[in-house]
């Protein structure tokens, strides 16, 4: 996982947020901590939560406070740059990359960590930010390697009302094929694969990373909750094109409806015979550490996930 010639300081923006605390996590976490000569977390306030203390308490965490005006100062050493900032950081996101030609980063991580945007026929005004901030990037510093890691639906996410899955009476509604393939990486397991990424030889870090901690179809989700105690799950199917249409007819930075018609269309498909699959790049074997996968999930829920979450929300 290591390579003996590279060692690189390490930068995570964002390391407190929803998933940043598992990406942050995973760099501070041993054996990964062994392969990176620093990790840095970036912190407006210079401080990160009790909380996250907490849970690395084992780990000597570094912490340097920036402000929009002296992110270059903030990068001096870094070789790698993990972006983990959630939606609302698109200003912080672009002064970010502005900094970048004063520095010595030689790859980043922008924050994509989610469905690949790439494939869409559609406009969507949160990932066309994404694509947009990726082209700035390139513009700006060419010689840096771009690493955009795409990890499906959050496991732990996504089995919830919001995206048809009505766990607490037992109905799952699809948009399209209720046996169209959809992949789910958990949230621990996204830090634990950005972090071994950035621990590979330069020359081996991809362009492009789609990850996988599991994938089924909504069908075969309702088998597998249904053997851990869901009861009897009813499955229907929703008409993909007028529930598509209806969906991208006005301009939306919500991506929960989107989600659902591209379940139904085989693009969060992250295997070998879908959009690709670099597991065995991050974790050849699962050597490393074990993939969480949907029937963990059921196992730990009961096969009922979110089934006490109140839907829609008040």
């Known amino acids: 996982m290591s390579s003996s010639a590279w060692r690189p300081v390490v930068a995570i923006a964002g390391a407190t947020g929803h998933l940043g605390q598992h990406i942050a996590s995973a760099f501070l976490s041993s054996p990964l901590r062994d ?30 406070k920036y402000s929009d005006h002296d992110l270059a100062d903030a990068l001096q050493g870094v070789q790698v740059l993990v972006n983990a900032v959630g939606p609302a950081g698109h200003s912080f996101k672009e002064n970010l990359v502005r900094a970048l030609p004063q520095t010595d980063v030689q790859v980043y991580l922008p924050s994509e960590f989610g469905v690949d945007h790439y494939v869409h026929d559609f406009p969507h005004l949160e990932w066309d930010q994404k694509k ?13 390697k771009i690493c955009r890691v795409f990890c499906g639906l959050f496991l732990e996410d996504s089995i919830g009302p919001w995206f048809g899955f009505d766990t607490r009476n037992g109905r799952y509604s699809s948009v399209g094929s209720a046996r169209s393939p959809v992949s789910f990486t958990s949230l621990d397991d996204v830090g634990k694969a950005v972090a071994s990424l950035c621990s590979l030889p330069k020359e081996r870090i ?16 309702a088998e597998i909750m249904q053997g851990a105690g869901a009861g009897r799950v009813e ?24 989600l ?35 029937r963990d999930l059921a196992k730990e829920t009961e096969g009922r996930p979110w089934k006490d979450f109140a839907w829609p929300p008040k």
Do not use: C
């Open 35 to 64: 392969n990176f000569s620093e990790v840095i977390l970036l912190s407006r306030k210079g401080a990160v939560s009790a909380r996250f203390l907490e849970s690395n308490r084992h780990a000597h965490i570094v912490i340097r």
């Open 260 to 294: 659902r018609f591209l379940m139904g269309e085989n693009r969060i498909n992250h295997t070998l015979t879908g959009l690709g699959n670099a597991n065995e790049l991050v974790n050849p074997e699962e050597k490393h550490w074990k993939w969480k996968s949907l």
């Open 206 to 221: 991809p362009e492009v990373a789609h990850l996988a901690g599991d994938t089924h179809s909504i069908a075969e989700i």
């Open 132 to 144: 947009r901030h990726v082209a700035l990037t390139k513009e700006l510093v060419p010689g840096v």
């Open 235 to 258: 499955v229907t199917d929703i008409s993909l094109q007028k529930y598509k249409d209806e969906t991208t007819a006005e301009p939306s930075w919500d991506p929960a409806g989107y």
